[in-house]
């Protein structure tokens, strides 16, 4: 079992950053793909970005490349989302997700609970 912690969402103006972290604890995540997946009011969840278990391979929605950034920390068993140049319709919750040797995503075998971010105009 792996569990998922987000942090560091907020309400920011647009034009501005956030970092958001997903912390995990009861294994490692060396072995899984971490993706970061958005909820936003009336919409389905959709992947933004993915980092394969290996770190060499990553997926960015065409919407946010150039502005957002995945990175992992195998060692503190955390990944990292940071957002650049947000705009509103980055508003979501923002859930953090676990793929077993996802290369770079494949489906999410365990969840975070989310962190919500808001973007003002």
């Known amino acids: 079992q792996v569990q998922l912690v987000e942090s560091g969402g907020g309400l920011v103006q647009a034009g501005g950053s956030l970092r958001l972290s997903c912390a995990a604890s009861?294994?490692?995540?060396?072995?899984?793909?971490m993706g970061w997946f958005r909820q936003a009011p009336g919409k389905e969840r959709e992947l933004v970005v993915a980092i394969s278990w290996k770190g060499g391979n990553t997926y960015y929605k065409d919407s946010v490349k150039g502005r957002f950034t995945i990175s992992r920390d195998n060692a503190k068993n955390t990944v990292y989302l940071q957002m650049n140049s947000l705009k509103p319709e980055d508003t979501g919750v923002y859930l953090c997700?676990?793929?077993?040797?996802?290369?770079?995503?494949?489906?999410?075998?365990?969840w975070g609970q989310g962190t919500q971010v808001t973007v003002s105009s």
């Open positions: 009861g294994r490692s995540i060396s072995s899984f793909a």
């Open positions: 997700a676990a793929d077993f040797y996802g290369d770079p995503w494949g489906a999410a075998d365990y």
